[in-house]
């Protein structure tokens, strides 16, 4: 593998471990990143074309399931990181695998074009010193879904005076300070930011068209949410959603709600001997009729909003909610969905980012459900919009454009040359499940390498060994892309909501990375409907408990030695120290609930 050059862009999470897994495997990765530092969006940075954490930020998702499957987190860490600490985190992960050298920071990629020879990938870079092209003979797109800002139709723009901003380039609430503002949207970033201008501005008011789930990241008893759903029991939820999704969704929101309106409760004012069901439906009245925070988009289609401080905010009146933006109207006025007019100084969008894929013109895009096919150089108004952030905004119309991708990361046509990180919405912590996507990708570009270079044991598979992990044909891939684009668009006609690139099947995608991927977890235990589990559960008592009964983790990816001839494509390399990381992880969970419940004693 040492002679194949292969290009990763961009150095977030899915990058930084691209970067690794290839360079494990034995491919000559080189990585390129437009900032100076590593950690994509969780690095500060003051310029303000660039998506950034901000100093108030907090992770949504906790270290119990936030760790990288050789790396844990330091045992110190809070149980919530800063966007500093995680910053930090990945600088250690980069020092201790010896990354940097292989890392260009301060070039931007501009596009990625096929050669005039057919034989390799021209990568166009900028920098301070110019532009440059490079050849690669494969290309891992790692830079991210937030890149170029969305804004709705403003065709009365130019009537409105006042601060008109994306919270793209939001940074701290010195502009905003004892002025009107308006925010725009109901995502995490435009709850968080209502909650900290309400420190700081004179009125807030916060404009969304449709409710959404939102809960707390802890429960009622202080552990963490994600900490709570176990391996196996995700297993059988996404095994029960891919053969009764009529049941399993309806209930699975049914809950969700239910959890939304309990943690909404905890601020509701109490009265004497106020029985909790009186408690919980004066909640979920407000939250229909006051908040209009429900109903709400279906689990099926978008992820939920995860806030603490945002429903008491609303309760206390800091928080305005109105209803969804319209058009500007005047030196000061914003038109709102319901015909009413609302007099603010400045209007701050939090309305989602185009995932631009013309980064790569070629690419093919659409082709399905009678939306015809074109490519990604094709410039037109369609966006591509993360609809979780703006929450509807895109009501002209206008069918989003979806990439033809195998799995959500590979286009069928350069699948053995292309693969795309950042398209992906997993139900489960984004970090993991991107390291997840990286080390089946290098897998499968192992073992499509060794095939092409007649490597005996990837040709002439042995029956008593796993597999190599190749791709199915191109006519298999494109079967598959075409039932995701046609799930989507008859989606989002009717709840435009709907998030692109969201994981639909979760059940096929994560049985197909780790089987890519060479973790063996799924033949060791999976959902209770099967018998895998029994024999490690016979075997190792204490490993079945810290994997079935604790928070899912990707230490356990390391765990099984499924390749132990180390022959390319079959199977990741493990970690010494897995088992050792998953006990310990185990142990840091149940002792923070033994603090908890003390607390609550």
């Not at 998702?61 to 844990?72: I, L, M, Q, T």
Request: net charge positive; with cysteine; hydrophobic share 40%.
């Amino acid at each position: 593998m040492e002679g194949i050059k292969v290009a990763v862009i961009g150095l977030g999470p899915a990058g930084l471990t691209a970067l690794k897994t290839l360079r494990e495997e034995g491919f000559n990765a080189i990585a390129f990143e437009r900032r100076e530092k590593i950690g994509g969006l969780w690095s500060y940075s003051s310029n303000t074309t660039f998506t950034t954490v901000l100093d108030d930020t907090i992770s949504n998702a906790s270290k119990f399931v936030s760790g990288f499957s050789d790396f844990p987190f330091p045992k110190d860490s809070p149980v919530y990181f800063t966007g500093t600490q995680a910053s930090e985190y990945f600088e250690s992960y980069a020092r201790h695998f010896n990354l940097r050298q292989y890392i260009r920071f301060n070039i931007s990629v501009t596009k990625v074009v096929r050669n005039s020879s057919d034989s390799a990938w021209d990568v166009h870079i900028t920098n301070s010193d110019g532009e440059n092209v490079l050849s690669f003979d494969k290309v891992v797109f790692a830079h991210g879904s937030e890149g170029a800002p969305v804004f709705p139709l403003m065709s009365n723009r130019d009537k409105f005076k006042g601060i008109v901003m994306h919270a793209q380039a939001y940074r701290n609430s010195t502009l905003f300070k004892n002025r009107r503002v308006l925010i725009v949207g109901n995502g995490n970033t435009a709850c968080e930011l209502s909650v900290m201008l309400a420190k700081h501005a004179s009125k807030v008011y916060q404009s969304y068209r449709r409710g959404r789930i939102m809960f707390s990241r802890c429960d009622n008893n202080g552990v963490p949410l994600d900490s709570q759903f176990t391996w196996p029991v995700m297993r059988l939820k996404y095994f029960l959603d891919s053969i009764i999704p009529w049941l399993t969704w309806p209930f699975a929101n049914r809950f969700m709600r239910d959890m939304m309106i309990s943690h909404a409760a905890r601020s509701e004012p109490v009265q004497p001997g106020e029985s909790r069901a009186k408690i919980l439906k004066r909640t979920e009245i407000r939250m229909r009729k006051e908040w209009r925070l429900l109903p709400c988009a279906s689990m099926a289609h978008v992820n939920p909003a995860v806030q603490e401080e945002y429903i008491p905010t609303l309760r206390s009146g800091d928080v305005t909610p109105l209803h969804g933006f319209v058009d500007f109207a005047g030196d000061n006025q914003v038109l709102l969905a319901n015909n009413t007019v609302v007099e603010v100084d400045a209007v701050l969008f939090c309305t989602g980012y185009d995932m631009d894929f013309s980064i790569m013109p070629e690419l093919e895009m659409n082709g399905a459900c009678g939306v015809p096919l074109e490519v990604a150089g094709k410039r037109n108004l369609e966006r591509t919009t993360n609809c979780e952030e703006h929450s509807g905004i895109n009501d002209d119309g206008q069918q989003p454009r979806l990439p033809r991708l195998f799995q959500m990361l590979f286009p069928p046509r350069w699948a053995s040359s292309i693969a795309f990180l950042s398209w992906l919405a997993p139900q489960e912590n984004v970090w993991c499940v991107s390291e997840l996507a990286a080390i089946a990708i290098t897998q499968i570009w192992a073992a499509e390498t060794a095939k092409a270079k007649g490597h005996r044991e990837v040709q002439s598979h042995d029956s008593r060994y796993r597999p190599p992990a190749l791709l199915p044909p191109a006519s298999e891939m494109n079967d598959q892309i075409d039932a995701y684009h046609t799930w989507f668009r008859v989606a989002w006609q009717k709840e435009r909501s709907v998030l692109s690139g969201y994981i639909h099947h979760p059940h096929k995608f994560y049985r197909f990375l780790h089987e890519a991927a060479g973790t063996g977890l799924y033949d060791n235990l999976d959902h209770v409907f099967t018998a895998r589990g029994w024999r490690l559960w016979w075997k190792d008592r204490d490993l079945w408990k810290w994997l079935a009964k604790g928070p899912i983790n990707s230490y356990s990816w390391r765990l099984f030695d499924t390749n132990p001839e180390c022959i390319p494509g079959c199977g990741r390399k493990v970690c010494p120290e897995a088992k050792k990381m998953v006990k310990e992880a185990y142990e840091a969970w149940e002792d923070y609930k033994r603090q908890i419940q003390r607390k609550w004693v």
